[in-house]
């Protein structure tokens, strides 16, 4: 079974393709400028023409390996779309590799259970879009089972109800380790709904509803569909205290997989939850009329990691648009009306015209994923 945006609204579809895979670009556009060179396959081959080793998608240090993994997950998006099957071989080799021979993506770098989901992501959307698969390799949707597999059986019932950890062993980091992260809930939320509607896996359909009670219950996703960073496990009782600091991924992960759970269940509560999720990155994450990371953008310091998250939240609005139409208004109105694949590239990765464009902040690799 492969899934296809193609009859999804032009705007959406356009808004969907174009983000992720955006993470470098050795020579970056003008904001300002209307080149229709600037295309999603320039964007495409510059971020490929930044990777170290020409045979494998993965980002040059001191980037992670999850933003390979969510740029991999771009690439992919990309080539199911535009129909260039040019960088195929590439995205099925590097999912290949780093699956490792456990098939479940736990390498060195996956210390977190957010790093390796990213990773199970990519290897889904390989699965829903039709990637090619290397002869004698395990299934792009096994390798999105092993690890959905994995992570159910880390799901933490010892403190507070349950829930995903940040960190998957105590050491070296302790304090990772007790902290229960929405990034890690929302991905293997999403991971759970997108597997439930891919396979119909019932399992995965109840680990999908009992992640969004579970975040909930502990205050994490509140009545207004704000989505706090997360929470420590280790104090009081647990899950007493909750990180309101909003990163705007953490709302995308989970707005996905609402749409997502709507699409499969036709249950109007996720409906409903997907339109407060869009309303909150409306309220949360816009300043004028464009994507604002307000945690670190205003005085700009956003790390590596941060100056990605705009970018996930982006595609992820226009993926849950091409799902839930009623969606579509709203997410214009942020992402603008992509009227062509130009305009669609400058409003997703360029919302902010000038930030980092300084002697102290040149564009880079990480920049470019935020833009």
């Not at 977190?112 to 990637?131: M, R």
């Not at 960190?167 to 997108?194: C, M, T, V």
């Amino acid at each position: 079974m492969h899934f296809s945006l193609l009859a999804a609204p032009a705007a959406a579809a356009a808004l969907f393709t174009t983000t992720a895979f955006a993470l470098a670009l050795p020579n970056p556009p003008n904001p300002n400028g209307n080149s229709p060179s600037l295309s999603a396959a320039t964007l495409a081959s510059s971020l490929i023409s930044t990777f170290p080793d020409k045979s494998l998608a993965l980002l040059p240090s001191p980037f992670w390996w999850w933003q390979s993994g969510l740029a991999l997950d771009g690439l992919i998006t990309y080539t199911h779309i535009s129909g260039d099957a040019s960088h195929a071989d590439l995205l099925a080799h590097t999912l290949q590799t780093q699956a490792t021979p456990s098939n479940d993506f736990m390498t060195p770098d996956a210390t977190g259970n957010d790093d390796q989901a990213w990773w199970a992501l990519a290897a889904l959307s390989a699965a829903e879009y039709g990637i090619p698969q290397p002869g004698g390799s395990v299934s792009w949707i096994n390798l999105a089972q092993n690890v959905f597999n994995e992570q159910k059986g880390r799901w933490d019932m010892s403190r507070c109800g349950g829930g995903m950890k940040w960190k998957i062993s105590e050491q070296p980091d302790p304090i990772g380790f007790h902290y229960k992260s929405s990034i890690a809930n929302g991905l293997f939320f999403q991971l759970a709904a997108r597997l439930a509607r891919f396979t119909g896996d019932a399992g995965a359909l109840e680990m999908a509803d009992k992640s969004w009670d579970w975040m909930v219950s502990v205050g994490l996703i509140d009545g207004q569909f704000n989505v706090f960073d997360g929470t420590d496990d280790s104090k009081g009782a647990g899950c007493v205290d909750v990180n309101h600091n909003l990163w705007s991924y953490n709302t995308g992960v989970f707005l996905y997989g609402a749409s997502i759970m709507f699409d499969k269940t036709n249950d109007p509560k996720w409906k409903d939850r997907a339109n407060g999720l869009l309303s909150a990155t409306q309220r949360n994450f816009v300043k004028d009329g464009k994507l604002w990371e307000g945690k670190c953008e205003g005085d700009r310091s956003c790390n590596t990691d941060q100056v990605s998250f705009k970018a996930s939240l982006a595609r992820w609005m226009g993926a849950s648009a091409a799902l839930v139409p009623e969606l579509g208004d709203g997410v214009k109105g942020v992402l603008g009306s992509a009227a062509g694949a130009y305009q669609a590239i400058i409003l997703v990765i360029c919302p902010i015209k000038y930030w980092n464009m300084t002697k102290e902040r040149p564009w880079g690799t990480g920049i470019e994923h935020g833009r």
